[in-house]
């Protein structure tokens, strides 16, 4: 990270929570579920806090997920599903698919991006009027060690993080996030990024000075929360 990156602290919503959570857990090993699981709880969290009613009892939040279409069946990192117009059928109100790029930005950013794009899509299948939600958390040290054996002892290139992540997120602040129910079923309703600093051992640190995405950017945690709940009540009534 260059000494131009900076470090603060703000009040415990998702993103620094997430971060206390890596904390607790130096060393995961980004491939499991865990991760996932707690920051698509705390992001649920966050969504009740700005608006009450979806703790309703009517609404049955679950990460870890099966949503299934006429055609496929995709597993999704968090499902808040409710009921469709059919009395005792639930469908996706909103859902949820969290991603990492811890290292070797330039490849995982296009694919995130793809993934992204492809849980949407699905989503959307199973019922269009869902709201499809992607958040990304970028890594921006240099110095991350990844925990699988096969990377032990493995040579590290050195790069501008800064530059990278700047890049990483003037990407996916390129994809249209979808507002209107005959927009196209491949874009997110919400975006978020997160950005954070973690070298895979010692303690991680949130990153909210830019290149993190600013509290205008459309792809801020805030504006994320913030569309969530307006489409939901647009939508859901």
Known sequence: ????????????????????????????????????????????DD??????????????PKPDADVTTLSATRNIDFVLWGPRDTPGELVPHIAVENK?????????RKNRLGDIIAFANHVHNADRKAIACGLIGINISPDYANPDPFAAGMTRHRFAMDKVVA??????????????????????????????????????????????????SPLSYDTFIRRIVELYGQRRG
């Open 47 to 60: 969504l009740v806090g700005a608006q009450p009613r979806l703790a309703s009892p009517l609404l049955k």
């Open 100 to 108: 990492l790029i811890l290292a070797a930005h330039g490849k995982a």
């Open 167 to 216: 890049d990483t997120v003037a990407i996916y602040a390129k994809l249209p996030q979808r507002t209107a129910l005959e927009e196209p079923y491949d874009r997110p309703e919400a975006f978020g990024v997160i950005v954070f600093s973690y070298d895979g051992k010692k303690k991680a640190q949130l990153v909210t000075a830019a290149p993190a995405p600013q509290p205008d």
């Open 1 to 44: 990270m260059s000494a131009t990156t900076q470090l603060t602290r703000e009040p415990m919503t998702a993103p620094l929570a997430f971060v206390e959570w890596i904390n607790q857990n130096l060393g995961f090993n980004p491939r499991a579920g865990k991760y996932s699981v707690a920051l698509s709880m705390l992001v649920f």
